[in-house]
């Protein structure tokens, strides 16, 4: 199932469906059970053109059509970019059921919150793996300490994390900046004079625990 839509636009829901169905010559009604949770959604939907679904409800046709012959591995590339968040995690509720029928799930995605809802985690930079293992292995194999920061000069904040000699990483995450210093400690009272002495204000420093995000930039970082 590829990232972009790339069912018939100008065929129904239900002629979409027929379509793939008959291509692996098999039917709707056989293998209905493949599909209900999905199919349900949009089955009110069966006599609209595809083309006029919303983003969500294309995925969930385009799922459907990937699913109606029962394969025993599932590819989805990117199968959430552009859905709005409530049809993404009816996305992803749908996948965990799909497990339950013994079908194998590949997905590719560049969201490392969905990432995490996986059962293993392939890294992966330039085409090369860089780790594979559960969410939760990755997270306890980060060994280094992570630090969040806010000032009241967000902006230039990052530049200026950057420029104190003891810190090997810093970049911007969410509403503050995350920074890895080059060794297990980092003298706080000194980072805090070096901002206090570029104009920051207000200065919040903490250390947090790490995401698979922050592994991934982590390693990523380090071998460019």
């Not at 027929?18 to 349900?40: P, Q, S, W």
């Not at 679904?53 to 294309?58: E, I, R, V």
């Not at 400690?185 to 980072?191: A, T, Y």
Request: charged fraction near 25%; include cysteine.
């Amino acid at each position: 199932m590829p990232g972009r839509f790339s069912l018939y636009q100008d065929l129904t829901v239900e002629e979409n469906l027929k379509f793939f169905a008959g291509i692996f010559k098999t039917t709707i009604k056989e293998n209905y059970h493949l599909i209900e949770d999905i199919y349900r959604h949009i089955e009110p939907f069966k006599n609209r053109k595809a083309g006029k679904l919303s983003g969500g409800m294309k995925q969930k046709l385009a799922l459907s059509c990937a699913l109606i012959h029962k394969p025993e591995v599932l590819v989805l590339d990117e199968p959430t970019t552009g859905v709005d968040a409530v049809s993404r995690g009816e996305f992803w509720e749908m996948l965990h059921k799909l497990k339950t029928q013994n079908i194998t799930i590949l997905v590719s995605t560049p969201d490392m919150d969905e990432a995490s809802l996986c059962d293993e985690v392939a890294l992966m930079q330039e085409g090369k793996f860089m780790q594979r293992a559960t969410p939760e292995r990755i997270i306890e194999a980060f060994d280094e300490k992570l630090w969040s920061v806010q000032s009241n000069k967000m902006f230039e904040l990052l530049s200026h994390l950057s420029s104190f000699p003891e810190i090997r990483l810093a970049y911007r995450s969410g509403d503050h900046i995350c920074f890895i210093p080059k060794k297990q400690s980092i003298e706080e009272k000194n980072l805090l004079a070096h901002l206090e002495n570029l104009g920051h204000q207000s200065v919040k420093l903490k250390q947090i625990k790490p995401t698979i995000e922050d592994s991934f930039i982590s390693q990523m970082q380090t071998q460019n």
